[in-house]
């Protein structure tokens, strides 16, 4: 089996990547959307963030229980709720949540799915052998003022967070303009122009997750298990990053890059200010938070939206295909090879196609099982480049 790549500099690196967009920009789409998918508009940039207030609130799933015996915990806010994370530990199915309006009081109790579920590698521990511990979830609010929380039996650690991303209180940070950068030929929106607040990376100042570096050996797709047809996908990207950075207290946001309905590839968790996103200087990719145990030297990438009944939009599809393209070859990686991915802080070892998805290192539904079933041929569109 094909050995883990050693690290390539960062003149190979922009060498290989440049080389791939000139080629991938010269070649004609080859995937279209699924029928009733319908691909979001193509304005270049990304609406420019208004705010980014947030609240963590932590209650013990001991703290009060409903008539039917489960936990229980409700929260009110004093400023529009445009998400709700949501995370904890044991049982993941008959957990849900009742949202409150202002005006119309609660609403209906809507089931809450395991999401997306990553976290830091551990020495060993659960993870390690392929489960997930516990379950997140990112739940669209639509400016609630509140919200009950309702877990099975079982569960603890309970942890939410109430964020406001679209107009919270004005930053006194600057922020870069909007519009997508440049990096060889291919169009990404860095941290800045997404409206990523840096100094939610820092914890009593001090930074929470400091960058750690590893040869790149596979690559892992996901889906944000968030609503689809999104009218604000930065605003839904900057609800990942603070439920992810705070909430979960992982420092920053778990996935290396993120891609919208309309193809926009968003710039994830920081490595550096030496302009090549997800690596640092030498070629190395930064270690990221999305698949827990599996972490160092994988990479990964997450469509925004909801995959278990439908395919991701042709131009999201182009994207990854892109996106997949320049990194195997940059990294002198086969993208159709199976391949045992060996963690170096951990040492643990997992058969897995090079091209993975979320659900084949860990036990989760990411990322959704209409675009799991169409990996085979992705990776095939990305070794066709």
């Not at 690196?13 to 319908?38: C, D, F, K, R, Y």
């Not at 047809?229 to 609800?239: F, I, K, N």
Request: one cysteine or more; hydrophobic letters at 40%; charged letters at 15%.
């Amino acid at each position: 089996m094909p050995n883990p790549s050693p690290a390539v500099s960062r003149r190979t690196l922009v060498t290989a990547i440049g080389a791939t967009a000139a080629a991938i920009a010269a070649a004609p789409a080859a995937h279209a959307a699924a029928p009733g998918s319908s691909p979001a508009p193509s304005a270049p940039g990304a609406p420019a963030p208004a705010g980014g207030a947030a609240r963590t609130v932590t209650v013990p799933a001991t703290r009060a229980r409903s008539a039917a015996g489960r936990a229980a915990a409700g929260v009110r806010a004093d400023f529009p709720i445009h998400y709700v994370g949501v995370s904890w530990d044991g049982p993941r199915r008959g957990a849900a949540i009742r949202l409150h309006h202002e005006g119309t009081g609660a609403g209906a109790w809507q089931p809450l799915a395991a999401g997306c579920a990553g976290g830091p590698d551990q020495p060993g521990g659960a993870a390690a052998a392929g489960t997930a511990a516990g379950a997140t979830v990112l739940v669209p609010a639509g400016g609630a003022v509140g919200y009950d929380l309702r877990l099975p039996d079982g569960a603890a650690n309970l942890r939410s967070s109430a964020l406001d991303t679209t107009a919270g209180p004005a930053r006194t940070a600057v922020i870069s303009p909007t519009v997508p950068v440049t990096f060889c030929g291919v169009q990404y929106l860095s941290r800045a122009a997404w409206g990523a607040d840096e100094s939610k990376r820092f914890k009593n100042g001090v930074e929470n997750s400091p960058a750690k570096y590893y040869p790149v050996q596979t690559l892992t797709v996901h889906h944000t298990d968030t609503p689809n047809a999104d009218a604000d996908p930065a605003a839904t990207v900057r609800a990942i990053y603070e439920y992810h950075a705070i909430t979960q207290d992982w420092g920053d946001i778990g996935y290396h890059f993120l891609i919208d309905e309309a193809g926009r590839i968003y710039e994830g968790r920081w490595s550096g200010d030496d302009g090549i996103p997800a690596h640092d200087i030498n070629g190395n990719g930064v270690t990221a938070f999305h698949t827990a145990g599996f972490n160092s030297g994988n990479l990964g990438i997450a469509l925004l939206g909801t995959l278990s009944g439908r395919q991701p939009t042709a131009k999201a599809r182009r994207s990854l295909t892109l996106l997949l393209a320049l990194l195997t070859r940059a990294h002198g990686l086969d993208p159709q090879a199976h391949v045992t991915f060996t963690n170096p802080v951990n040492g643990v070892t997992k058969p897995v196609d090079l091209i993975s998805g979320h659900r084949d290192w860990l036990a989760t539904d990411c990322p959704g099982g209409d675009f799991y079933a169409t990996l085979p041929a992705l990776r095939a569109e990305v070794a066709a480049v």
